[in-house]
């Protein structure tokens, strides 16, 4: 499976982004999430949507009531539409697959990985 995420930029603090996940497999045969990484930290957890045909989403505590994760399996792509964005949202953002049912906020558990798009807040 090849992931490619795209849609980041340039934003002004308290505007919105959406991010779009696009993989060349079917996206309703894994989970996809949404992971972070900042200058000098580590990656971290942003959200994540099942694979289940009833669909289950996790999000991390800083983003939750801000960002949304939703699919559309027929374009097999996953979005990550960021509103209110804050200059602490500032990161490479990744998303990846897993084969696990359910949900997952463990980066050990994606197996593919796209290449990141930059989003940048502006105070």
């Known amino acids: 499976v090849q992931l490619q995420a795209y849609g980041g930029g340039l934003v002004q603090a308290g505007g919105s982004l959406k991010l779009s996940c696009a993989a060349s497999?079917?996206?309703?045969?894994?989970?996809t999430g949404w992971f972070r990484q900042a200058p000098g930290k580590e990656r971290e957890f942003v959200a994540t949507?099942?694979?289940?045909?009833?669909?289950?989403?996790a999000y991390a505590d800083s983003v939750k009531g801000r960002f949304i994760i939703s699919r559309d399996n027929a374009k097999n792509t996953v979005y990550l539409q960021m509103n209110s964005l804050g200059p602490e949202d500032t990161a490479v953002y990744y998303c990846?697959?897993?084969?696990?049912?359910?949900?997952?906020?463990?980066?050990?558990?994606?197996?593919?990985w796209g290449q990141g798009t930059l989003v940048i807040v502006s105070s």
């Open positions: 497999g079917r996206t309703s045969s894994y989970a």
């Open positions: 990846a697959v897993t084969t696990l049912y359910g949900v997952s906020r463990l980066a050990t558990d994606y197996i593919y």
């Open positions: 949507i099942s694979r289940n045909t009833i669909t289950t989403t």
